[in-house]
Structures are given as structure tokens and as C-alpha cells.
């Protein structure tokens, strides 16, 4: 098949969770046989040198640069409009008249679109067949924002969040199909009741670049992955610091925290003042840093679709505690896998049970990692894909039938 595939971010190289996703499409899809173009976004001239590295798991690419500023000043002129300012912050002229040309140049058997804020590129196609991988549905994670941003923030949020809301019903209603990544955002989706069919496909993880290493890990080391100006993040490692970590401290006083993720902001670097916490910043590879870890967590508030840093972290041999929220997107049970907490004292009885007692860190460990090798591989996942893509294209072609 001859496919275009629509995304929000470059999806090259893989590093962080908006690329993960789209990337390991893209590459199944081409080593499957079918000859795909990408099309999507680049931010620095040091990402589109970077985003070229796609070449060899694509047929051709379309790559359209722009600037933050330029971006930001699209989302600030959408706030007294209809249309939510985050799609502003994915538009881009160049991008459009690109598509444009290849939807006029080429003749295409699927249009796949990751994410809701680049459907504005395809929304007026009619004559193939189209997927809309919502991914998370971020009007949701907008207006869970609302809960924990200080007024006005708080209704700008809620503002945007429900502006978001109401383009992923127009969306959805525009596409033939529309996915999810987790069973639970398949339910929100399904509940807009727009009448298009739905479905979901896990994200997997690179079990065999994300293993354990074999080498000691450190009894009193936790660790925490993930970007350090992601506003999630940030709430989350606070709120740890402030609640969990004096208590865990008082326990076991040479306990260490690592907080390893790009971008900290001014206040996430103040973290690394407390006694015990280092803020590591970017760094080249996450891996060492969490094996020598005896736990992951991922104590977040606000979490939608699937953390890839527990799966990787699981694959990796380290066992993980997390947020009942976060937990939602893991094919995994708790106890069993991992260990959920919703409280500081059920958070800081989890840690210290791992910490505590090596038999049952790697009780964990063994079990995690196996967990993701049956459940979060990427090919159990992608042939969710297949599946969906077939689905589609097979009622797409009946419909046509019919009005024929």
C-alpha cells in the first residue's frame, strides 16, 4: 500500500514519548512491504538534522521547519477563536501545502494521522481511507491541568480543554476509524459517541535495547525518568519531595534520588539542594542510571495513555511503584508486576518494601520484565495494527461499494 502518515512531532530519532509511537509504526509499515512518506514537524535546525535518520525506515519524508516563537504566537492568536491554540501550535503553512501536493501528485491507499493537533492537515480528504490515532486524548490532560494550575491558568486550561474537546468529537466524525492507546482512553473516545468505529493498540517497548545489564545495582538508590519540563513530571517529583522523600529519608538515611531527564526547569533544579536528590539533567543514555537504581517510580497525578518510562524501566529488571493513574496504561496487574500507590504512607511502605528486601525486588524484577515481553512488545502490538488497518480499509471499500 501506498500510505501517507501525518504526525506531530518528527518521529526521528525515538527518544521521548511522541516519537516513540509514531516511529515504530512507520518502520513495521515499511518493513512490511508498504511504501510509506511521513510527513511532520521540526522545531530546531539540530532536530530536522537529526529527523533525517528516518530515510532508511521510510519511503520519502516531508519534513516542514519552524520556530517555537512562531508557534507560540499561532497558539496566542487562537485564544479568543473557536479552534483550541494547541492546534495552532502544530499548523504550519509549508506542512499543509506539502501535503496538499503529494495528496494531488500521488494516488493513496490509507492516510494514517498520529495525533489530533496535525488531523487539520487531511480533515478535507474524502476519497481515502483514514485513521486518526488520538494516541491520548488531550483534552483530557488539558483539563486535568485545570485541577492543579493556580487561577487564571486554571481556566485557560479548562478553556482549552474544552475547546479540545469539542474538535476530537468534530475529528473523530471525519475519520473512518480512530484509535487509542490504552483501553481506557479507547473508553473515552468510544464515549463521545460519535458513531465512527474505534479501537486501541499498546505502546511496546524495545525489550531487547531496555534489559538488564547483570551488573549490582545500589540498595539505596531511586530513581525517575522522564522530561524535566513536561509540567506532569514536575507536579509529581514536588509533590515526592515535599511528602514522600523526608519520610523515606527518616527510614533510611542514606537513601539516594536520582531525578534523570532533560530540560529541568529552575524549580526542578532546586530539588537537587535536598539532602540525597541529584537532578541529572540530560544525559546521554538513561539506562545505567536506572539500573543501578533498586526502584523506578512514577508517582504522577496526572497521566494519560502509557508512561514509557515504566515499561522501559520494567524491562529493564527494576522494579517500579506508581500512581494508580499511571498504572491504568500498563497491561500489568499490580503486586504481581509492580506496585501501585495512591497516598504518601502507601508510597513510602511500597519503596521501602523494595528497598527492604532483596528477595522481593527481585521477585519484581523478573516478573516486570517478563510482563513487558509478553504483553508490551512492540510486535504483539503492531499486529493490533495490522488488524485495525485491514478493518478499515475493508469497510471503507464496502461503503463505497454501496453508495456505488
Known sequence: MNILYVCHRFPFPPKRGGKIRPFNMIRHLSASGHQVTVCSLARSPEEAEEGRGIAPHCAAFEMA????????????????????????????????QRV???????????????????????????DVPKILDFGDM???????????????????????????????????????LCTATTRAEWETLEGYGTGVATDWFPNGVDAEFFCPSGEPYDADTISFIGRMDYYPNQECMARFCEQIWPVLRSRRPNVKLLIIGADPSPEMRKLGDLPGVTVTGSVPDVRPFVRQSAVMVAPLNIARGTQNKILEAMAMGVPVVTSRVAAGGVDAESVKHFLVADTCEEYSAAILRILDDPAERQRLAVAGRQRMLSNHAWPHSMARLDEIIDRCIRNFSQSKGKLA
Not at 516563537?69 to 504550519?92: E, H, I
Not at 494514517?112 to 480528504?125: D, G, I, K, L, R
Open 65 to 96: 521547519q519552524v520556530s517555537d516563537p512562531v508557534q507560540t504566537l499561532r497558539m496566542v492568536a487562537r485564544l479568543p477563536l473557536a479552534k483550541p491554540s494547541s492546534m495552532g501550535y502544530f499548523y504550519s503553512a509549508s506542512l499543509r
Open 100 to 126: 496538499r501536493r503529494l495528496l494531488s501528485a500521488q494516488q493513496w491507499d490509507l492516510i494514517f494521522v498520529h495525533c489530533s493537533s496535525v488531523a487539520q492537515y487531511v480533515e478535507q480528504v474524502r
Open 138 to 176: 488531550d483534552s483530557q490532560k488539558w483539563l486535568e491541568y485545570a485541577n492543579y494550575k493556580p487561577f487564571p491558568l486554571s481556566l485557560g486550561y479548562r478553556l482549552e480543554g474544552n475547546k479540545m474537546l469539542a474538535a476530537e468529537k468534530r475529528l473523530a466524525r471525519l475519520f473512518d
